[in-house]
């Protein structure tokens, strides 16, 4: 029962504070006053049906308020609409109250109070001047209300359903479509079987223009009979097989797209709380604003639905308190004394645009300027030449703000760049620009469908993974050839990005066929980009995402799961968490992350180069490929070390100078070591006296050879004496 | 003549003495708590070559096969990976691998779909041996080492390990959160 009052709470008190602020706004208006007499009536009725007395009491005194207006006893003016609001949330809270004894209790003063204003209200003699408005602290905030659905063009009636239901749907309808597919791959094998049919039609045919026997004649004509009457019967099923098929094809794709549907919600649930909002605070600012909202009936996804309260809210506030001027200020400026503010939604070109604009003062360029400088986010000389495109980008950064005061209002300015966070989280973004004749400019740009995303499937490691399109930088084929190393890294020079193995990334088995081209997908993250190697590109496809279950967690690499219209499940890629991955092994100088040429087998000598000069260790490094081994890098004597106990090296060539750790210590610590001590190891140093060779030696190193040397085969000699 | 008709209709209308009625409201109900307690249905699965035992009320299904996906950057160990269950991602994970560890698995025939407390998983099994119903009585504590057993009971002369449901969910839920 008490969810059934909740709900008629909810439906009819929403209806009600919309109406009240209608009210404000139109004088009276009778047939609002109708409505809001009614309303008020139905929540007594259904509160003393479950039995809540107070609710009762406060909407019997509603009631009455109402029909003393509707007789014009008494007045209808801001202060009574602020009392009746005050009931109004009152009534909510009550209603969504778990233990309702405990909350009448808690709350027994305020309820009070709130019975004791409305009954003033009508005591017109009474009634003092408007009190304070009480402070919204104290009741928790109105929830979003829905608009009453008869303002919806098209929708009439509505339903609760649980959100399980219908993502159960979605996902069984999914299910449908990839079953009906089969049947249509069906339908194409059995062709083979068609034709085999019609070529033994054909091959009887033939035996039938021989010489026979009579009686072999009497069975090949049986024989020809069966055939033909066979390859009729099987005709005609196949015609209603194909016509079935089609059928299920367009039923399946209908019914999931109807399910999709469902997921939409329009504009105007976003919005319920927004006219509440701006009256209420335009209340508090002493602002005269006027709230036009447009687009209510544009269909937005759910999940979007919900991020948007938040930033909208945001924005608004923004708008109310910095941007629109007193009625006084705007007077003189010659503009309207009501501030207009406006939200409006729209579908273009396969996106969801949200605009919020307002026709105030717009952005103060010169303060934003002297802000920069003072929070040394910009040095003058550069602040001096930013165009106003430029200057209104610094608004979103977090902690920005260009009052002084930190309002309870707006906050202190930490709302933009969460705003932006917010949107970025479901792929929008947000821009900002001047609105004409003057005033500020919010653009949201969003996906339509949240859950439909648009991936480029790849193939790692012989598994299918889609990638999103929307993340995706570039997508490239080069042959093997032109990739060139930098410090050990894969580097394809002409896109100046490094590259790194997908498959590698994934934790998966590197595939032993290895394509003469690779393909390379260009990701971007946080200004750095990067290359993914795959096997191959599969092409575009729209996958439904589903969230994976929550007992998995957050997988690494992994954002979202989808089904495959083959209904193979298939994973999608998280670009922000791969990029992680990929800075981290490009930092990672041990790891041999790039494929060996083609014949490279694991028998191949392993070398580790020791030295803190990058030029230094990418000479070495071209000369031991070139003599056909492995090579490793490390960048000082402690970064040798660590590398070294892996155990994978047959030969270390080191420095001496070295930050951290130097050759010589190195050297001494591998000697050291039980499983190391009979590694072979050369010492590569600018140093040439005597004394540093004899040295050199004395630690243990097996050679000791100086930078000059190179310019001969005396190192690849040393190395091929050394290990072959 | 009718005075026996007569009395043969009194007896049959005689009412029943009270604390007789009450006797016979006794035993039947405790014969029917007896029927109750005595005995529960398992569905008898074997993997590798032990049987072991679910009980049926958190058996929702079981198929013949479905392709699994596995999840990168994870051991395949005891999750499997992902299958596509009637349109939905469901998580499918290897019982063998807790239960039977080290041994080679086999061709897994069917598959089972189950629902512990809430958990739903998919698992492949050797073979499904249909429902069983075991009594109380049959059943033998197993020893403290079968971390995942509740119970054993013979069936056609071998074995089965009743699988209790809330020590496999834990264990299943860390491995599954790993």
């Not at chain 1, 990739?483 to 998966?508: D, K």
């Not at chain 2, 029917?32 to 590798?48: K, P």
């Not at chain 2, 080290?102 to 249909?130: C, E, I, S, W």
Request: proline share 4%.
């Amino acid at each position: 029962m008490m969810d059934l009052f909740r709900v008629e709470v909810e439906t009819q008190i929403g209806r009600l504070c919309d109406d009240l602020i209608r009210l404000e706004r139109s004088g009276n208006d009778p047939a609002l006053l109708e409505s809001l007499m009614r309303a008020s009536h139905s929540t007594k009725g259904a509160a003393r049906m479950v039995g809540v007395l107070p609710a009762e009491k406060l909407a019997h005194v509603m009631e009455d308020y109402f029909v003393a207006a509707q007789a014009s006893r008494v007045a209808v003016n801001a202060a009574a609409i602020d009392t009746v609001l005050f009931a109004a949330d009152l009534l909510i809270a009550m209603s969504k109250a778990e233990v309702l004894e405990k909350w009448e209790q808690e709350n027994a003063e305020t309820l009070a109070a709130a019975y004791e204003r409305l009954t003033a209200l009508m005591n017109p003699v009474a009634s003092p001047a408007a009190p304070a408005r009480p402070v919204a602290a104290s009741l928790p905030t109105p929830v979003t209300q829905p608009v009453t659905p008869a303002e919806i063009k098209g929708e009439s009636r509505t339903m609760r359903l649980a959100a399980d239901r219908l993502d159960a749907l979605l996902n069984l309808s999914g299910e449908a479509q990839v079953l009906g597919m089969w049947l249509t791959e069906f339908a194409q094998s059995l062709l083979e079987y068609k034709s085999k049919h019609a070529q033994l039609h054909g091959c009887l045919l033939q035996l039938e223009t021989k010489t026979l026997p009579a009686n072999a004649r009497v069975q090949l004509e049986q024989a020809l009979q069966l055939c033909s009457d066979g390859g009729r019967i099987l005709f005609e099923r196949l015609e209603a097989l194909n016509e079935h098929d089609r059928r299920v094809q367009s039923v399946t794709k209908q019914l999931f797209e109807e399910v999709l549907l469902t997921r939409m919600r329009p504009f105007s649930d976003a919005v319920g709380n927004l006219n509440r909002l701006v009256r209420d605070l335009g209340r508090d600012l002493g602002k005269e604003v006027e709230l036009q909202l447009q687009g209510l009936e544009v269909l937005v996804d759910r999940d979007i639905l919900e991020r948007l309260e938040s930033p909208l809210t945001q924005l608004l506030r923004n708008a109310l308190d910095h941007g629109i001027e007193t009625g006084l200020e705007r007077s003189s400026k010659g503009k309207p004394d009501q501030g207009n503010l406006r939200v409006q939604a729209r579908h273009s070109r396969g996106w969801l645009f949200i605009t919020v604009s307002d026709d105030g003062r717009g952005l103060d360029y010169a303060a934003l300027r002297e802000r920069l400088v003072e929070r040394n986010l910009c040095p003058p000389e550069v602040v001096e030449r930013l165009s106003q495109e430029e200057l209104i980008e610094f608004i979103f950064l977090p902690g920005f703000s260009s009052r002084t005061e930190v309002t309870e209002i707006s906050g202190r300015g930490v709302g933009l760049d969460l705003v932006r966070q917010t949107l970025g989280e479901v792929g929008g973004r947000v821009t900002c620009q001047p609105a004409s004749p003057y005033g500020l400019e919010f653009e949201i740009r969003l996906p339509i469908a949240l859950s439909i995303l648009q991936c480029l499937m790849v193939e790692i490691a012989g598994e299918v993974y889609g990638l999103p399109l929307a993340r995706l930088d570039r997508v490239f084929q080069v042959e093997h050839e032109r990739v060139t190393s930098v410090e050990g890294r894969p580097w394809l020079e002409e896109e100046n990005i490094a590259l790194v193995m997908g498959y590698n990334l994934l934790g998966l088995p590197a595939p032993e066929q290895r394509d003469p081209t690779l393909c390379i997908v260009g990701l971007r993250h946080n200004d750095q980009n990067f290359g993914m190697v795959v096997d191959r590109f599969l092409g575009k496809e729209k996958l439904v995402t589903q969230r994976l279950d929550s007992r998995l967690g957050k997988l690494q690499h992994v954002t979202v799961g989808a089904i495959l219209k083959d209904g193979t499940p298939t994973l999608v890629l998280d670009v922000d968490d791969l990029a992680r991955s990929m800075g981290r092994t490009l930092e990672d100088w041990r790891q041999e992350y790039f494929p060996r040429a083609a014949g490279g087998g694991d028998d191949r000598k392993r070398v580790l180069v020791v030295d803190d000069s990058i030029t230094v260790r990418e000479v070495e490094r071209n000369l031991l490929r070139g003599l056909g081994y492995d090579v490793d890098v490390a960048v000082d004597g402690m970064d040798g070390w660590n590398a070294v106990r892996s155990g994978r090296y047959s030969l270390v060539v080191s420095d001496i100078d070295m930050p951290r750790m130097d050759g010589f210590e190195l050297v001494r610590l591998i000697r050291a070591d039980p499983l190391l001590s009979s590694l072979p190891i050369i010492i590569v140093s600018y140093k040439d006296r005597e004394e540093d060779k004899v040295r050199g030696l004395e630690v243990g190193a097996d050679a000791y050879l100086t930078k000059a040397s190179f310019h001969d085969d005396k190192f690849a000699e040393t190395v091929r004496n050394l290990i072959g | 003549m009718i005075d026996e008709a007569a009395d043969a209709t009194d007896l049959f209308q005689r009412q029943p003495e009270l604390d007789y009625l009450e006797q016979w409201r006794t035993t039947l109900a405790a014969q029917a708590e007896q029927a109750v307690e005595e005995s529960q249905r398992y569905l008898v699965f074997r993997l590798a070559d032990q049987l072991f035992g679910l009980p049926s009320s958190l058996v929702i299904e079981v198929l013949s096969s479905l392709t699994v996906r596995a999840l990168p950057n994870r051991s395949k160990e005891v999750v499997q990976g992902l299958v596509n269950l009637h349109g939905r991602l469901q998580i499918c994970v290897s019982l063998a691998s807790l239960l039977v560890p080290g041994q080679p698995a086999g061709v897994a025939k069917r598959l089972l779909v189950v629902n512990l407390q809430g958990d739903h998983y998919v698992t492949p099994v050797q073979d499904a041996l249909g429902m069983h119903r075991f009594k109380a009585a049959d059943i033998i504590q197993p020893p403290a080492s079968a971390r995942h057993l509740n119970g054993l009971c013979s069936l056609n002369e071998q074995m089965v390990g009743l699988l209790d449901c809330s020590s496999l969910r834990n264990t299943l839920r860390r491995n599954v959160s790993r």
